[in-house]
């Protein structure tokens, strides 16, 4: 069974490893700030931890630094 294609900006929930790639931040600093107790984009899928894409999106535009 061949799994569809779905491209990254069309995802709700996006990996780790996707998100860097969408964002052109590290993989690592991503890791990190899903940790932070507060993080507005962390979705938990049992033990995994995915990206939310808008809330990631929005965190980027209003913030200067990471």
Known sequence: M?????PIYEKVALTI???AEYSNIGQNRISNLLKEPRCPFVLYVGAKK?????EFERF???NIEI
């Open 50 to 54: 995915l990206v939310k894409r808008k």
């Open 17 to 19: 490893e996707e998100a």
């Open 60 to 62: 980027i535009s209003e």
């Open 2 to 6: 061949n799994k569809a294609y779905v």
